[in-house]
């Protein structure tokens, strides 16, 4: 069967403005990387995952132990940009690295948190989402240099706008958690029901000297708040929207447009997308569309501000739309399922599906319609298992790099780093 896409003191007291101490970890990653490097006592081991040529037009042997590809589903938008068959691109190297990383919680078909390089520090900071505990703090080669646990549901990332701290949700409760880059020591924001009742936040970001936080548990109410981080008060509800929010958003800021921010649904089949302008005290509804097929899995905005990719399982490619009015404008033609997208500075686009059949990450020039390479993930070295595949929302690029996070359904409590040299 195809695998589909995956899906005694009271807290409040003891965060308000208390900070508490923090439990680091050093290590816990097995990194296997390519033949040839220099001992250093971390296993390493043979890399059999290299990048890829995309196939030639017309091509269709199936790859070993995979089924053909579905049939791409119509679609009824607009099409302003032809998605041709992706045709044979130059390779680029093949060489990576891979790092094991535990995720205590994480599992099949758990939601993935999120994967946040952090340029000016160097580092790279990944969350497992909902049945996780931890922060993993890596550098930029994948070795683990901390762990930051006590966050239940550790999912969505923002720094500040100064980059001294991390905002993370705890989305399996009902605060947000504020971790101390230098020191490590963490605090925490209230953003739950005033019964006490958890509110899933999902993802946060900073507009309008404001912290904007999605929340929404399962089957139940969703929205976007809003927490002052000098006051801390909060207001669950500040948005002013005409089409209701159904399930908690991914959340973006733009470029150049410090007031506006993107939100796209997690949940929902279509999903809503919203352009929201931002003030002191609520998110007011600029302009709104619906995917053209499932919920939004991540969303990547271009270095100039003016187009947000929207990867949604389906339809079978990554819709570029206007950040002004959320018209579709491009497409970047991929397979199934479109799970991830990234954005270099130089606006080189790196796409991402939960493949099973075919090449995991695409890689495109801004506003091209054929590859210039592309990534396949296999099983580790030594290993005999099914492939890994892409988790949702699991693509980072930073400089040359690109940076994946992969899981396979027979390895709870762990994913994978994938970092590849781009072209």
């Keep these: 069967m195809r695998r589909m ?152 990332m923002a720094l500040s706008p100064d980059g001294t701290k991390l905002y993370v949700t705890a989305g399996d409760q009902w605060w947000i958690t504020i971790v101390d880059l230098t020191t490590y020591e963490t605090g925490g924001l209230f953003a739950g029901q005033t019964d006490g009742s958890n509110t899933c936040p999902r993802d946060v970001a900073f507009a309008a000297g404001q912290l904007w936080f999605s929340w929404g548990c399962d089957n139940a109410p969703a929205n976007i708040g809003r927490i002052d981080p000098e006051t801390r008060l909060y207001d669950l509800s500040a948005t002013v929207v005409d089409s209701r929010i159904g399930t908690a958003p991914l959340l973006t800021t733009v470029p150049g447009q410090p007031n506006i921010i993107i939100a796209g649904e997690t949940g929902s089949n279509p999903a809503n997308l919203y352009r929201f302008e931002a003030t002191s005290t609520e998110l007011v509804q600029r302009a709104w569309r619906r995917t053209d097929g499932g919920s939004v899995r991540q969303l990547a905005v271009t270095p100039d501000g003016s187009q947000v990719i929207v ?23 991929t397979v199934p399922y479109p799970n991830a997208v990234a954005i270099r500075g130089d606006g080189l686009v790196v796409a991402g599906a939960n493949a099973a059949y075919e090449e995991d990450v695409w890689v495109f020039e801004p506003g091209g319609t054929t590859p210039i390479a592309t990534f396949e993930f296999g099983h580790l070295p030594n290993q005999e298992t099914w492939a890994h595949t892409l988790v949702d929302g699991g693509l980072a690029v930073h400089g040359d790099r690109v940076y994946a996070v992969t899981e396979q359904s027979s390895e709870p409590n762990m994913v994978t780093l994938r970092i590849r040299e781009l072209p």
């Excluded at 680029?92 to 990383?101: D, H, L, R, S, T």
């Excluded at 990554?318 to 002004?324: D, G, Y």
């Design 5 to 156: 896409a995956k899906l005694g003191i009271p807290f409040w007291a003891r965060v308000a403005g208390i900070g508490t101490a923090v439990a680091l970890a050093l290590g816990g990653g097995v990194a296997l990387a390519r033949d040839g490097q220099p001992g250093d006592g971390v296993a390493r081991g043979k890399e059999s995952v290299s990048v890829k040529a995309a196939p030639a037009a017309g091509a269709t042997s199936p790859k070993p132990g995979k089924k053909p590809r579905p049939t791409p589903t119509p679609t009824s938008s607009p099409t302003p940009t032809a998605a041709p068959t992706p045709t044979a691109p130059t390779p680029a190297p093949g060489a990576g690295i891979n790092v094991q990383i535990p995720l205590p919680g994480f599992d099949f078909p758990n939601r993935f948190g999120e994967i946040l390089v952090d340029e000016a520090r160097g580092q790279i900071y990944i969350t497992g989402g909902r049945g996780t505990d931890d922060l993993v703090v890596t550098d930029l080669d994948g070795n683990i240099v901390r762990r930051v646990s006590g966050i239940p549901g550790a999912a969505g």
């Design 311 to 333: 990867p949604s399982g389906a339809p079978y490619y990554h819709p570029v739309l206007n950040t002004t009015d959320l018209a579709e404008v491009h497409r970047y033609p």
